[in-house]
Every structure is written in structure tokens, then in C-alpha cells.
């Protein structure tokens, strides 16, 4: 017996990345509200005359529909459900820097409703001429929680003691902050002040930003394995 095909019908979506596949096709990622991450073949989008040559675009937003099984499906119907939202230079570099993100740490067929609200206020912050830094630590951490590897920086590792903010404390992947005294000096070392503004989203100050960066990359670098994100490279060269 022959298994039914999955048949999607007008979801919301994201356009991740786009990338031609074969003549005349595109292979598309795409960041759904209730499906999460789907593949999707788009036959025929490369052609002049297509119906969708100009609208499969990452950061778009799309109502989409879609069929198929396995993990990559075919593309049936897509069209515009808003404005795409003009970006450019640093802007621009932090959206696709966030689309790598996404594609690195989530799975196809995976649903991540609130990640979805996560990405379109991460746009909507770079579209709107929201700091670029404040946007992507939000969304770093955002991202962090959903997939499982949520930050716990309010209590010393193991314990209930409170952090305390004259203090220094340094993060140990996959357990969180401990004392500073009783690690490798050379760890990574954040005063429980810093710690307890990431923890509630408070950026404005430029010792935070800093922290927060230092932190976040250290532990998305941890849960990477040791793969690069292509986009980071681009934003170092650009001084970002």
C-alpha cells in the first residue's frame, strides 16, 4: 500500500535560502509557523516566465502550500502575505547571519512555533532600524531556548545561591555560572552583573553588549562543534 502523501495548504513562512537545482528549479528552506523548517523543490521557478521568479527571496513572506513525503517536498502554490522588508549592509548580513542559525540548529519538520514569532520580530527589528546588536542577542538566546540549550544564569550552577552582582563568575558549557575562584583562569569570566542583565534582556549598556557577545558565541560555538557559520566570517571582515 502506497504511503498518502503530506499535503500543506496556504502555512505561513520565511524564506531561510534559495539555491538553484538543476536547469531550471530552485531547492528552497523555508522557516514555517506550525511545520517548522520544510524543504521544498520549486520546479520550473528559474524559468523567465515562471509565476514565482521573483518572489522566492529569503526574509519574504509567503503563504505557502506543499506536498510530498520525506524531507524534501514539492513546492504547489506560493504567494506574498506582506511586505518584504527593506535591508542593507550590516542589516542585511544579520539577517542571513540569523538564517544560518536557524538552518544550523533546527530540523527539518521540527515545529517551532515560538521560534517562528522570534524570527519575524528579529526582522522586524532590522527592518525598523532597531539596534543590530540588541536584535541578534535576543534572538541568539531565543534560539538557544527553543532547541534545548536554554541559558540558566540567574543561580550558581548546581545550586540555588543567587548571583551576586559585585562578583565574578565563570560559564561552564552545558552546566552554567560558577565561581571564578574555582575554575581555569583562563575560562570564560563575566561579573554576576553582566551575567544578570543577559539573563533579563537588558543590553543598553556597552559592558553588557560586550559580554553578551563574548558568551553567546562561546557557547553557540560549543553546540556547532566546531562548524563555521559563513556569515560570521563576512560580518569579522565588515568589523561587525
Known sequence: ???????????????????????????????????????????????????????LQPFRPLYVSWSGRGGLHTLRAAESSGELGAMSGKRLMAGYYINEL???????????????????????????????????????????????YGLTLGCVAGTQEALRPDREYGYLMDRGPVAADTIDADGLVLSGSILLAIEAGDFHSEPVRRGAKRLLRAILNHHLGGRRLKTRDVMASMRF
Open 102 to 148: 536557524i538552518l544550523e540548529f533546527t530540523h527539518r519538520g521540527d515545529p517551532h512555533p515560538a521560534l517562528f514569532a522570534h524570527y519575524a520580530a528579529a526582522l522586524a527589528g532590522l527592518t525598523n532600524q532597531e539596534d543590530v546588536e540588541m536584535v541578534l542577542r535576543r534572538f541568539e538566546i531565543a534560539l538557544l531556548n527553543e532547541v534545548g
Open 1 to 55: 500500500m502506497t504511503a498518502k502523501d503530506d499535503r500543506v495548504d496556504m502555512e505561513t513562512a520565511y524564506l531561510l535560502h534559495v539555491r538553484p537545482w538543476r536547469e531550471t528549479s530552485q531547492l528552497v528552506e523555508a522557516l514555517s509557523q506550525q511545520h517548522g523548517r520544510v524543504g521544498l523543490v520549486a520546479r520550473g521557478s528559474r524559468r523567465p516566465r515562471s509565476r514565482w521568479a521573483n518572489l
